[in-house]
């Protein structure tokens, strides 16, 4: 179950009928161990995963399309990787299914085992296709602010501080939050969004740390709880959710969120990026 022995960065047979072998999970638990990070973890959450190259025969062999959105949550034991949940998807290509119900029941139990939770499923048809809009994400943009910059071989927490004041409660947002696969060195493009209610977090410090991830290698899901721990460490806000969505490779992005708040639930707003 370790990154290298997973079909990342490898070459591999692609199946096209179904089978639920290609599933590759890896624990969370090493890397939240190198963030201080234990069972009683300091956020709520979940993984949002779209795919877009989902397709699977009727009954009568005609081929049928759909996009499909998956939640992980946070507190699964497992992360799926990512060459595998593709190496999977495409073993329903050349499958015959009763129906998207019959598709979607198989993703849900095969998804679950895999990350060791229940994992929801929902599939949108080629008929509701032209009702998908792009949105970015809410909040004030901080790229545009004037700051010199020469740090980004690994996250850098220094950089984030808060001025003592009254409480704000803001949105802040930034598009250069950039990592790479700690298999294959493949650069990993994503916008992310801080919320939080507490003092009021110093933006130039705030993106210089995003950028320090820039040659930094981890999973999605491990920089976005990185980036929670540091700004909660650091800043200590009343508040926080981190969301992080990613650009799409293989036909699937993946998009963490992390939360103080146990019922905070994030929409999926798609991204021109995505």
Request: glycine residues 6%.
């Amino acid at each position: 179950m370790n990154p290298e022995h997973s079909p990342l960065g490898k070459s591999v047979t692609y199946a096209d009928e179904y089978s639920s072998a290609p599933l590759f999970p890896i624990p969370r638990a090493a890397q939240r161990a190198v963030l201080g990070l234990a069972d009683a973890l300091p956020f709520h959450g979940v993984d949002v995963w779209n795919a877009y190259e989902l397709s699977w025969l009727d009954l009568r062999g005609k081929p049928v399309v759909a996009l499909a959105e998956f939640r992980v949550p946070a507190q699964s034991p497992n992360i799926i990787e990512s060459k595998s949940f593709k190496l999977y998807l495409n073993t329903f290509a050349q499958s015959r299914m009763a129906d998207a119900d019959a598709v979607a029941a198989l993703l849900r139990r095969d998804l679950s085992a895999a990350a060791g939770a229940e994992v929801s499923v929902a599939l949108q048809p080629a008929t509701a296709f032209a009702q998908a809009v792009l949105r970015e994400l809410d909040g004030d943009c901080i790229d545009g602010i004037d700051v010199a910059i020469d740090e980004y071989t690994a996250p850098r927490p220094e950089f984030l501080h808060a001025s003592a004041g009254d409480e704000v409660a803001e949105t802040l947002v930034s598009h250069l939050l950039k990592s790479n696969c700690p298999v294959t060195g493949q650069p990993d493009w994503a916008s992310v969004q801080i919320r939080y209610r507490g003092a009021r977090i110093d933006r130039a410090g705030l993106l210089r740390y995003l950028v320090s991830f820039r040659r930094h290698s981890d999973f999605h899901e491990h920089c976005v709880e990185r980036i929670f721990r540091d700004v909660s460490e650091r800043c200590a806000p009343c508040e926080l959710a981190v969301y992080a969505r990613y650009t799409r490779r293989g036909g699937l992005d993946i998009n963490p969120f992390r939360s103080h708040r146990a019922g905070d639930v994030p929409d999926n707003p798609r991204g021109a990026r995505q």
